[in-house]
């Protein structure tokens, strides 16, 4: 993973190439107060203050050069404002000219984000942002290392990254925080998850399903579930996908990517509350042992799902896991999935819908996210389409018939197996970048992750 430490400093006075902010607003008379030599740089390289627009200022010295960056508002900057400076400057150390980088040192970490596993790229040496607000750089490096174990996880193929590889993750992460470990696989969870067990079943046997459990924090602190669907690689079974749906399926593990990395912040910020993280993971393979369309499955909770759709196996996996949270009794419950396509016609790629059974827990979520510039949008848990999932031989369907309200009656489903009296927030995340942007390249990023990790920590402060 990235190692981030080295790209922020507390600023001593130490030599640094100076960054000037400048916005639409405040360009113009900027502009004026620059030499003669500046303007006339400014103009060869047609600078004009529009987003992330940027341009080099000649110094008294060869290397006594300084850079003008286009920004919303200078002053305050947002969290991806310096993204693309980060990208693309040279390595050294560089200051913002009166004022401190604030939110923007996030973009500034992430633009250095690299996956090599797989294609080894000289990102040359770290470029350094100096900062006056020393106390602030443990809080970004957390959200800027968990957004990248998200980029990682999401980004390895799935060839590399099955239900073992995905315990593994969570173990060393456990284990650097003492957390307590359970994994629950083979006849114990057939017994015990069938619906987990079910859906896994097809994969060898190096492949086989499990229930991941991560148990931190102390007795008497407030209990938070955190399940994220970990579908290390969904062929769709025996309703196959096309080769094109097929294609970026190593991210139907990204719900568990997303889950790991909030429960690692929580534990590395040793938030006053009791942690239970549930990753059931699987792959939905074809084979002779698959699950069949018509089949009845009978969940942990004791309902039985006519299972209409074998590429609806998400919510089966995550209803047994939503089952076993909530026998702890959690105050909180969260889960991230890479749920439906239906939530990315409706919201597309960048906005995640969020479905909430608490209205509180909804509007904390959403106000949480729109202050970090990661926003989220409250859904409907419509209960007029309830009458969607009804079966003609069991309690419920797994997907109903038709494509309206698909991301909906994804929710509806996954809310029969939470109480009502605990408070429950779903994010249905995409988890994949398709288009690159200052700090965010194409691949796999994290949705709603800083958001919640916003709202945990206004709740439960430190």
């Known amino acids: ?10 600023d001593r006075g130490q030599p640094a190439r100076t960054i000037h902010l400048v916005d639409a607003a405040s360009h113009d008379e900027w502009l004026k107060q620059q030499p003669p030599r ?5 103009a060869a390289q047609r600078f004009r203050p529009t987003a992330f627009a940027s341009a080099i200022l000649p110094g008294e010295g060869a290397e006594a050069w300084s850079v003008v960056c286009a920004v919303a508002d200078a002053h305050a900057p947002g969290p ?29 970490l992430l633009g250095q984000y690299r996956f090599d596993r797989y294609r080894k790229e000289d990102a040359g040496g770290a470029r350094v942002l100096l900062t006056g607000e020393p106390q602030r750089i443990d809080a970004v490096l957390r959200e800027a290392s968990a957004t990248a174990r998200v980029r990682d996880l999401v980004n390895t193929g799935a060839g590399d990254l099955g239900p073992t590889e995905l315990e593994a993750a969570v173990t060393s992460v456990g284990e650097a925080h003492g957390a307590r470990m359970s994994v629950t696989q083979g006849r114990d969870l057939e017994r015990g998850y069938p619906m987990i067990h079910t859906v896994g079943r097809a994969a060898t046997a190096q492949r086989a399903p499990r229930l991941i459990e991560l148990d931190w924090g102390r007795d008497d602190h407030p209990r938070v579930g955190i399940v994220g669907k970990g579908v290390c690689f969904d062929t769709g079974g025996l309703d196959i996908k096309t080769s094109g749906a097929m294609r970026l399926m190593k991210k139907d593990m990204g719900g568990a990517a997303h889950a790991l990395a909030l429960a690692e912040m929580v534990m590395a910020a040793r938030l006053p509350v009791r942690l239970h993280l549930l990753i059931p993971a699987v792959e939905n393979a074809v084979g002779s042992d698959a699950f069949r369309p018509g089949d009845v499955l009978r969940s942990r909770k004791g309902l039985t799902v006519e299972n209409t759709n074998t590429d609806a196996e998400g919510r089966l996996i995550l209803a047994d896991a939503l089952t076993r949270a ?11 999935a890479t749920l439906t396509g239906a939530a990315r016609v409706a919201l597309g790629p960048d906005l995640p819908p969020l479905f909430a059974n608490d209205d509180r827990l909804a509007d904390d979520l959403v106000a949480a996210g729109a202050a970090a510039g990661d926003p989220v949008w409250r859904m409907p848990l419509w209960d007029a389409y309830d009458d969607m999932l009804k079966s003609d031989v069991a309690d419920m369907v797994n997907a109903a018939e038709g494509a309206f309200a698909g991301a909906i009656t994804a929710a509806l489903f996954l809310r029969r197996f939470v109480p009502a009296d605990i408070a429950w927030a779903h994010l249905d995340v995409f988890a994949w970048r398709p288009a690159a942007k200052p ?7 994290a949705y709603g992750l800083r958001a919640a990790w916003a709202m945990l920590k206004q709740r439960y402060p430190d």
């Open 1 to 10: 993973m990235t190692d981030f430490k080295a790209c922020l400093a507390p």
């Open 326 to 336: 909530v026998e702890e009794k959690p105050g909180l419950l969260l889960d991230f």
């Open 439 to 445: 700090g965010r390249p194409k691949g796999g990023d």
């Open 80 to 108: 991806w404002c310096l993204a693309r400076l980060a990208e693309t400057l040279p390595d050294g150390a560089y200051r913002i000219e009166g004022q401190e980088p604030g939110a923007a040192m996030l973009g500034w």
């Open 38 to 42: 500046h303007r006339a740089m400014l």
